[in-house]
């Protein structure tokens, strides 16, 4: 292939470089900035230096769609001939074409199919810095293959961002890292403002108001940047009413004549409403300023309320700095960013990858094709984490795609072909047997791409796109088709159960607009959707928005139960349940969809191991207080936590916690004869706690820690073992004679004496008794006499002998 004369861009002087590089090494990295050509001036270099077919694979439909129109025009040429593209639904590709533009998802399929690759010399992998999910994983197989099949195949890595020591090494594998090559960019200042929002001004008003600055202010078009086509329909609603200046949207959710059109300089004065597909994958010409509004939506999975979807967040500095390095492409520009100066610095510094946050269902079902389950093996530039993956392979699992090891069935195989979501070919495969092949892939093309929809109701979606037939939507929907056969009854809402069984839905009290999912999420209809009367509805899309405790449904369709048993029968279940409800068990025997509740009825005779369970659950619940406790349970407990306290094991713990987690051990007997809260209520706490005393030490637990100490009067007086060290509260002169009172435990602690009065009240309080004699006694003696005069008050209590009572029951001094 001849290579034309090319545009005087930055990469344009480093093409042999780079072509000569690769030839030698095999792999390079090669880090440019937006707006130097190495998406479309490099592919056409490594072209003419070879005999095969270059491949570049783009992240997004909309840049491998642009790129290959931009080579082809370079080589004054249609697109098809020498350089063509695929995207799912759309092919232009001949017999001459040496330069083929795909996504980084159907080259994984490719890659499925032909391993080897075969007449490709070179791919071309863009915009790697991206990091999106199908890239990661193309970026491993592909790895995978040249290491084991194709050493020979030329791989280029390109990144506009300088963060690529890492991508150096995956591709140099086990040898030295991959060379990395670095063009610098042609880049004018740009000046930057931070323009805040005001209050309780939605991000469409901040970046309408902001925009209209940046037109006052500068001259050339406006590039602006919002999070989603929604955020760019409303900020063009707020822009109408501008004079010689076209709003053009720019998303990949467009017709490729919509999105020509913004990337071709216009007649007039333009502002571009763009989401992060201008950031670097395409050249918007004629822009001269930038709104930024610091957000981008990207996907997300929230395993625990079994939702995913796509989710706003703050944009990374990297992504920041190129967004604003837009306006100074072709001169002096000028940026504005919505947000304050000072959050800037907390800007995270790069985009987090996909791989960490997004759905794994179908990169699961790619790794079960390739043939490594969990993707050991492959060199990752971040490995799925194994929740996620493990999350996956389940709901492949449920799709009958994957067998119990993880291997991918035939109709795995099959669901991977279609391109699809695992869930979405699941409809389209077992939807068209039910409902018809057409039926079911316009319902499928919908839920691929839920922005068709302009209201809630699926089957009025339906009835819209039916009438108008969108292009887009038409287009995919007759692709779809011509890969499935059946016949059936029109009923999209059983394709949309079909695809997301676990969506299916049930009204939690009647009249509300609060559903369960059988999945266990609860989910809220808005207001005036049209299907606030029914009580059951396959849910098709739903999100929860920021601060609400319930998620919100977006697209639904009414459904009954039997549709529900129908679509979802795997997730049908009858158990025999016995749980503690509010205070007393309950026995029952359920039919379940997942989370819903079908039926239920009273079960006569529960197996009593879930009876004794559901008792221990209760207890844990309400406490150990439910069971009987007196006096000498108490005292057992107080003097076990006593000897655990101060000797240790032996001797248990018996605090709250630790008693209600051995409870299946000391209260097995009981437990498994109990039926009701009456039986734990009844259940002597003191005689199941001695199950706990260890043997042999057991025979010294009287000595160890006495319920009762015998006095010098001869009464035996309860100690207090709540109290640390413990108490022994006695009249006064029941301990005449004492000299050392005795120790507990072995010895090691001494009590703590609590000295009362005839009338039991306190007149002192130690610890040791034989200086409380020499120095406490005669102030207490003097106060005793005073108030008690018939008693007993000796000058010397270690030589009288004790006694109860008055003075009569003593010797007087």
Known sequence: MKLPDLPDLPVRAALDEIAGTLTDRGTAVLVAPPGTGKTTLVPLALAAGTAGRVVVAEPRRLAARAAAGRMAALLGERVGETVGYSVRGDRKIGPRTRIEVVTSGLLV?????????????????????????????????????????????????????VAAERLSALLGGEGAAAPVLEVRGRAYPVAMDYVPPLARERIEQQVARVTRMALADTEGDVLVFLPGAGEIRRTAERLSGLHDVDVLPLHGRLSAAAQDTALRAGARRRVVLSTAVAESSLTVPGVRAVVDSGLARVPRIDHRRGLSGLATVRVSAAVAEQRAGRAGREGPGHAWRCWPEYEHATLPAYPEPEIRTADLTRLALELACWGTVDGQ??????????????????????????????????????????????????????????????????????????????????????????????????REAERLAKLVHGEGVDDPALVAALAYPERLARRRAPGSTSYLMAGGTALTLPPGSGLGDSEWLAIAVAGRDPGQSEGRIRLAAKADERLARRAAANLLDTVDEVD????????????????????????????????SAALLRGLRAEGLNLLRWNEDALSLRQRLGFLHRTLGAPWPAVDDDTLLAEAETWLAPELSTARRRTD????????????????????????????????PSGSRVRLDYTADPPVLAVKVQEIFGWTEPPRLAGGRVSILLHLLSPAQRPVAVTADLPSFWRNGWPQVRADLRGRYPKHAWPEDPTTVTAHRGTARNANRP
């Open 109 to 161: 399929r490719r890659l499925q199919g032909d391993p080897e690759l075969g007449g490709v010399d070179v791919v071309v992998l863009d915009e790697c810095h991206e990091r999106h999910l199908d890239a990661d994983l193309l970026l491993a197989l592909l790895l995978d293959a040249r290491a084991g099949l194709r050493p020979d195949l030329r791989v280029l890595a390109t990144s506009a961002t």
């Open 377 to 474: 093996g492959l060199a990752w530039w971040d490995a799925p984490p194994a929740g996620g993956l493990a999350a996956g392979r389940a709901v492949l699992r449920a799709l009958d795609a994957v067998d119990d090891h993880g291997g991918v069935t035939d109709r795995g195989r099959r669901m991977a072909s279609i391109g699809l979501h695992p869930r979405l070919a699941r409809a389209l495969l077992d939807g068209a047997a039910e409902v018809g092949a057409r039926a079911a892939a316009e319902v499928v093309a919908l839920l691929d791409d839920d922005s068709l929809a302009p209201g809630v109701d699926l089957l009025a979606v339906l009835r819209t796109l039916r009438a108008e037939r969108p292009a887009r939507w038409q």
């Open 580 to 611: 503690w409800v509010d205070g007393t068990v309950v026995a029952r025997r359920a039919e379940r969809l997942g989370a819903i509740t079908l039926s239920e009825k009273p079960l006569p005779a529960p197996d009593p191991a879930l009876l």
């Open 680 to 711: 734990l209520e009844r259940i002597d706490a003191g005689q199941a706690l001695r199950r706990l005393l260890p043997w042999p030490e057991a025979a010294h637990f009287d000595d160890l820690a006495p319920e009762r100490l015998e006095v």
